[in-house]
């Protein structure tokens, strides 16, 4: 299963991220990157977004991978959401290989980005109705 984990990280460009504040969720899609050496997952927002502020009072953080080709598989975690000591520029070549359009948003608004990163102890792979199993990191 560890297999299908890093090849839907790999593929699956975007992730729906849900932060809590208040006691109600807030779900939004944001473009990801996987590195499995790390064990890290990094999303980016803009400096001036609600997520920023619902990420400073609560990062505790939940996401699933938007499955693609009409499937039904996708990985679900939790964490931590912190912002990281890199920027958006130091892994805009691992962004834009999941999509040529983020390239050109990150040449358009990367110094008003913010780089977060959530590091992953665990995972839930979903391949099929039914066929799921969670894995250790």
Known sequence: MREE??????????IALATMTDGLPHVRI???????????V????????EKVVELAA???IAFST???NNTMEHVRASGHAVKSTRTIH??????????????????????????????LTEAVVNLDLGKRE???L
């Open 5 to 14: 984990f890093e090849r839907m990280m790999r593929e699956q460009c975007e």
């Open 30 to 40: 944001v473009n990801f990157y996987y590195t499995s050496e790390e064990r890290r």
């Open 42 to 49: 990094y999303f980016a927002t803009l400096k001036d977004n």
């Open 58 to 60: 609560n990062p505790n």
């Open 66 to 68: 938007v499955p693609h």
């Open 90 to 119: 130091d892994l805009a070549d691992a962004f834009a290989e999941k999509g040529p359009r983020v390239r050109e948003f990150i040449s358009a608004v990367g110094d008003d980005l913010i780089l977060y990163e959530i590091t």
């Open 134 to 136: 969670t894995i250790v």
